[in-house]
DNA sequence: GATAGTTGGTTCCTTTATGGAACTTGTCAA
DNA sequence: TTGACAAGTTCCATAAAGGAACCAACTATC
């Protein structure tokens, strides 16, 4: 499979890889979500060569994570702000945010803490069941065909 | 920044990124979630080439996220299997597979659909707030250092 | 009015990673 | 003794990323 041809395969997955599955897209949403906007603020803090940076934001806004914003004119300039399709893609950022801070954290421990503005509380990301609330890990759910399965594969059996 | 330096950054985001980063980790991860086990059969399902297979798989065991299990000796063969670490990347897998589900499919809709089994009903992931329990979005998240932060980069505004 | 600085890129060339196919190793079965 | 199977490894061609220099449209300074 191609790089390229990931957003046909039908796998949700695959189709979320094929926008944010690079070295960097993640790296430059990240540092979104803590507020840069600008070229040269991404290119300080990320140690990204130039194109690549141009590239991956180029890609991101085409994909509709992020929008370009102008905030001068003459000269004109844009910054990169996140769309609300973008703003969803925290959970996945909290998500890998959290595994990093169980299992790959130093001795000095999480380099973040996240507040919770509602409760003012620390706080962690803990994933729920939709319809009943209740946390959920792997071992919970049974995964099926879907309306968009096409038999390009099958499902070896239900974990 | 080079991509073996990704896992001494005082961010989890990127010690995770480090681990299931790149192109081909994630698929691997998601096939081991559906129960593949074996070498032909990651490489059947995938199309991924077999040194770059190897390769990933090596990364993946030597991170604990995947560890090798005797299935038959004489001629000596092991299936990869999740750790409980690997394990704890559900709610990664889940959340991107989520926002794929929202934001990536086509007309046909989901491809697969997740059933609950405390519940027996079709799930999406909600992420909650581990102290208060309410569903929480980038919004109303503040960041601030935490005890393994050093001054390594600034947080540019608490978002 | 020439020179330098700022922001947001692009171009060119080198190094690294990935794709594709063939080869290897240990074993069993025909 | 030939073939098949699972799980790799090796070799070479192509694609992607790193690094440095250059460009363009202004503004500010000497």
Known sequence: MRWEELDQQ???????????????SLL??????????RFDQFEDRLGITRHILADR?????????LRKVPYQERPR?????????GLELHPVLMAMVHWGDRHMADERG???????????????????????????????IRVEAGPGWESAGVLPHSS
Not at 10 to 24: H, K
Not at 77 to 85: A, C, N
Not at 112 to 140: F, L
């Open 77 to 85: 300039r844009e910054e990169y702000r996140l769309t609300d399709k």
């Open 10 to 24: 039908p796998c949700s997955l695959a189709r979320t890889l094929a926008v944010i599955g690079d070295r960097w």
């Open 110 to 140: 999480a380099p973040v803490r996240h507040i919770h503005k509602g409760c003012g509380q620390a706080m962690t990301p803990v994933t729920v069941c939709s319809e009943c609330g209740e946390p959920v890990n792997a071992r919970d």
């Open 57 to 65: 934001l180029k890609k991101l806004v085409e994909h509709d994570v």
């Open 28 to 37: 430059i949403l990240r540092d979104c979500f803590l507020g840069i906007r």
